[in-house]
């Protein structure tokens, strides 16, 4: 079993990341087609393309690798009609952004995802210029220019461009081995009079009220995402000993996470304060709620197996194996000629080369954090 574990690691992280350069020449010939084309309909063709990537990488984690994802909380309503949100998740595995999938694709929003990211991803090849094209803002932690986030929030104002805004305010992953920046978090919270959170960093609203305030009036609700996952596989974290370390990238593949869960909270807009300070006590507030959450699912887990019983309305996601699977025939009928002809095999590693190389010399000149 643990050889066919790492046989399907290995084959799914391949075609993952390979077909970045067939997915980059998709993607530019339609960025060339239109060009004199206004702006909203290149992002309907550029939101399918992204879309399209996305349901192959769901293949493989909803599918190919067996995880059950749970909804719970007011999940249903959300999923009944598509909106524009800002999305506030907690951070804890390198996973998180594909758990955005699994939420919007419930609404058929899953092209729409927008993520505000930290700038070091802009190294990932031909990706991280992908990102920025699709409406993705980069930010420099310790270094934030509000006025860049601002030009870049200005595209997505308009009307004819759905998004769904993605925010993970503890700016990076609550990892239960790293007690420095844990404790750190927490003098924070006592520094500033605030409560101490047990199973989240201490949250930053700055970037959120940003968005927030360009955008308040394209946004129909804010998404308050709480994610469990379970699996002991992983082990007890060395700093607080009340956390599993959550399952990574990796994990997933080698099939250690047998379900997620999803709490979704949904937050109408006339709920949302319009004041700078009383929003950022207002997100506070939040996490103080995912905390309690995240407390009932670990004290779950430990008495039922990582089930968190005490999260309401649960039910399982409804997004099947067939709705993926034309993802992962199509890029594969892309592939198969590029990898298997002279031509086709040259076309891919200029792509890879000469697109990388052109991505990064772009990002630097433009500075777009």
Not at 307 to 315: A, D, Q, V
């Amino acid at each position: 079993m643990k050889i066919f574990r790492y046989v399907r690691y290995v084959i799914s992280t391949v075609i993952m990341l390979g077909v970045a350069p067939e997915f980059i020449l998709i993607w530019g010939i339609w960025k060339g087609m239109s060009l004199v084309l206004p702006a909203w309909i290149y992002q309907i063709g550029d939101d399918f393309c992204y879309g399209t990537y996305q349901k192959l990488v769901l293949f493989f984690f909803n599918h190919c690798n067996g995880v059950k994802v749970y909804f719970y909380g007011d999940a249903q309503e959300a999923f009944r009609k598509k909106e524009t949100v800002l999305y506030l998740g907690n951070h804890q595995s390198t996973v998180d952004w594909i758990l955005t999938n699994m939420v919007a694709v419930e609404q058929g929003s899953i092209g729409h995802l927008r993520f505000v990211m930290k700038h070091e991803l802009q190294m990932i090849p031909l990706y991280g210029f992908y990102f920025h094209q699709h409406g993705c803002i980069y930010v420099k932690r310790g270094h934030f220019q509000p006025a860049k986030m601002l030009q870049s929030l200005k595209y997505l104002r308009n009307p004819k461009i759905p998004s769904w805004v993605v925010i993970f305010p503890e700016g990076t992953r609550y990892n239960p081995d790293d007690g420095k920046r844990i404790t750190k978090s927490r003098e924070v919270a006592r520094e500033n009079s605030i409560q101490v959170l047990d199973f989240h960093l201490t949250p930053r609203s700055r970037g959120a009220w940003l968005v927030l305030e360009t955008m308040r009036e394209r946004f129909e609700a804010v998404y308050d995402i709480t994610v469990g996952y379970s699996g002991n596989e992983c082990g007890k974290g060395s700093f607080d000993t009340d956390r599993n370390k959550t399952p990574q990238l990796k994990d997933f593949l080698l099939g250690r996470c047998k379900s997620v869960h999803i709490h979704v909270n949904r937050i109408p807009m006339s709920s949302v304060p319009a004041d700078e300070e009383k929003f950022q006590q207002w997100m506070h507030q939040i996490f103080i709620k995912k905390d309690k959450l995240m407390k009932q699912f670990y004290n779950s887990c430990e008495q039922e197996g990582n089930e968190p019983l005490t999260w309401p309305n649960k039910h399982l996601q409804r997004v099947g194996f067939w709705q993926t699977l034309p993802s992962f025939l199509f890029f594969g009928a892309v592939t198969v000629p590029l990898l298997l002809t002279k031509v086709g095999h040259s076309i891919y590693l200029k792509t890879l080369f000469y697109g990388t190389l052109g991505g990064y010399l772009w990002l630097a000149i433009s500075s777009v954090c």
